[in-house]
C-alpha cells in the first residue's frame, strides 16, 4: 500500500491567513501585469504605440458594502489555455525567471485580500473575452472544482487587458494603510517609473518615484558609486551612496529581484556589518548611508517581500557589501558642518509645518480660547492643584530619571491622570531634586509620532525643570527669560554626545 499526499480545494481558505502586508498582496497583481509585459514586450510596444499609449496598471480600493478592489492593466491579456493555467495552484508560468514565479501569487493575494474575486481577460491579436468567477467559501466546500466562466465572442482583436476584481474582503484599508499602499507601491516600481516605461495609479492618481537628492563633494561630484561582485557564483551589483540631507526613513538598502523592490523605503534593509545593531541605530550612519541591491540569482520569499536566504549567503552578502561601502560609512558617519549635520527637516517639511501651524493659531478655536472669559484661580489654588498631582507620585517608580551631579532628576509618564489636568507638572521647590510629571491622557500626547517625537517631548519637557531649578538656585528667582537661555544650553547636549562619540571612535581606529 502507498500512501498519497492529497490537497483539497478547502485549503483556499488558509489563504487568508498568509503574512502578507496589503501593498505585497497588491503587488502580486502589478508582478503579473509587468511580466505579461515583459514576456511580449515587442509585440505589446507595438500595439500600445498604435494607441498612443504606454503600459498601465491602475488600482481602485472602494471599502464600503463589503469591499471592492479592482486592478486593470493593459498588458497582453490572457487566452482560454492561459487563463486556465493561472487559476491551476501551484503550476508555475512558462517563464520563472521573471516576477512572476511560483503559480501562487494571483490565487494566493486575491484570496487573501477577499472570499469572491473575478477575472476578465481579452488577449491581443484574439477575437474572445474571457471571465470567470472565484467563490472561495463556494470553492471549499469541494466538488470537481469547476468554476464558473463565460466567454464574448467578436471582441475586436486589437483590444488587450485584464480586469481583476476582489470583493467580500476579509480586512478594511482605511486611514493610514491606504497612505502607506500609496509609498510602498510606487517605492516597489521605481524601476519601472524611473524609465516611464509604466503608468501605475494608486485610487485615480498616477504615482511617481523621485531619487534622494544624494551628497556631492566641493567639486559638485555626489557620493554614489555603483558595485558589483559575486557570492557562490551569483552576481550581486547595485549602488551606494549618501543622502544629501539625513532621514533614517530614507537610508538603508533597497534590496531588488527582477527589477522590482522586495524590501526598502520605508523599511530597507540595514545590514549590521555597516549600520550596527539590529535594524540600527539613531546615529549618522542610519540617517545617511543609503543604496540599492540586486539579488536576482537568489530566492525571494513566497509572499515576495525579502530574500529566501540558504546557507551563508546572507553573511557573505554582508561581508562583500562592507568591503565595497566601508569608505561611503566611514564619510556618512561625520558631520559636515556644525549646524547642518543633514538631519534637520528639509525646506518642504518647514513649509507644510508652517502652513499647518498658521491654520492652527488663525482656527476659530484657538480665537475661542483666548476670548472666552476665564477666570484664572489664585496661584494658592493654581500651586495647590499641582501639589496634589505630585504627591501621588510619592509611592511610585520614576519612568525616567538620572543623577546629574547632586541633582537628581525624577520622570514620570502618567496614564492615569485626567485629560483636563496639565500636559506637565514640575516640581523645582526642592533644592536636590527636580520632578517632571507628564500625563500621557493630555490630548497633545496623541500629537506625538514615533520614539523621536517622544524623545523630542521628554527633552522640552524635563529641559524646562532643569532650567527653570537652576534658575531658582543659581539666580534666586523663576525669570522667564533666564530659563530659556538656561535651556538653549541644555538643548546643546544630545549633539555634543554625538561628537564626543564620533571623536572617540576615530581615536580607537
Known sequence: MALE??????SITSYRRLAYSPWHAIAEFVDNATQSYFNCRQELDDA?????????????????????????????????????????????????????????????????????????????????????TIDVDVVSKGGNGALPYSATEGVDPGKHYTILEIRK??????????????????SMYRVDLRSNGLVLEWQHEPLEWVDFPMLADRDGNEYRKDFSFDVNGSKVDGWVGILKRGSRANAGFSVLHCGRVVRG???????????????GSNDLTNQRLVGEINLDAFEVSHTKDDILWLGDEEERVEEELYKHCSYYREIA???????????????????????????????????DRLEISEVIPPY??????????????????????????????????????STNDPYVVIDTAAADHVIVLINKAHPHWAHLKGSDGVLNYLRECTYDGIAEWRARQKAGRVDPDTIKLLKDQLLRVPFEIEMHAIETAEEGA
Open 5 to 10: 499526499l492529497k490537497i483539497g480545494l478547502d
Open 48 to 132: 500600445l504605440a498604435r494607441e498612443n499609449e504606454r503600459l498601465e496598471v491602475r488600482i481602485v480600493y472602494e471599502r464600503d458594502n463589503g469591499g471592492l478592489l479592482r486592478v486593470f492593466d493593459n498588458a497582453m491579456g490572457m487566452s482560454y489555455e492561459e487563463l486556465e493555467r493561472a487559476l491551476h495552484v501551484g503550476l508555475p508560468p512558462e517563464n520563472t525567471s521573471g516576477r512572476s514565479k511560483y503559480g501562487m501569487g494571483l490565487k494566493t493575494a486575491a484570496s487573501w485580500i477577499g472570499n469572491i474575486w473575478s477575472v476578465r481577460t481579452k488577449k491581443l491579436g484574439e477575437t474572445v473575452e474571457h471571465q470567470v
Open 169 to 186: 474582503h476579509n480586512r478594511i484599508f482605511q486611514g493610514r494603510t491606504l497612505g502607506k499602499i500609496k509609498d510602498y507601491l510606487r
Open 265 to 279: 523605503w520605508p523599511d530597507a534593509w540595514r545590514p549590521s556589518s555597516l549600520y550596527g545593531q539590529i535594524h
Open 333 to 367: 558617519k561625520k558631520p559636515w558642518k556644525e549646524t547642518d549635520d543633514g538631519r534637520g527637516p528639509s525646506q518642504s517639511d518647514v513649509d507644510v509645518a508652517v502652513d499647518e501651524f498658521r491654520k492652527e493659531l488663525e482656527s476659530p478655536e484657538m480665537l
Open 380 to 417: 494658592e489654588v493654581v500651586r495647590g492643584s499641582l501639589e496634589r498631582i505630585t504627591k501621588s507620585t510619592v509611592d511610585r517608580p520614576t519612568t525616567f530619571g538620572a543623577n546629574i551631579g547632586d541633582l537628581a532628576v525624577k520622570g514620570y509618564i502618567e496614564g492615569d491622570l
